[in-house]
């Protein structure tokens, strides 16, 4: 039970984990698109 519990939160974790990183990628690469247009 509490192995199914742990693993979830993993996958919840690793999956918030992977929407920040994604994020961050996103707001990196839309701040150097702004760059190169001035």
């Not at 994020?23 to 690469?29: C, D, I, N, Y």
Request: hydrophobic share 40%; glycine share 2%.
């Amino acid at each position: 039970m509490s192995t199914c519990i742990s693993r979830n939160w993993f996958i919840l974790y690793s999956y918030q984990w992977d929407n920040t990183l994604v994020t961050t990628v996103l707001a990196s690469g839309r701040f150097i698109n702004i760059s190169y247009d001035l």
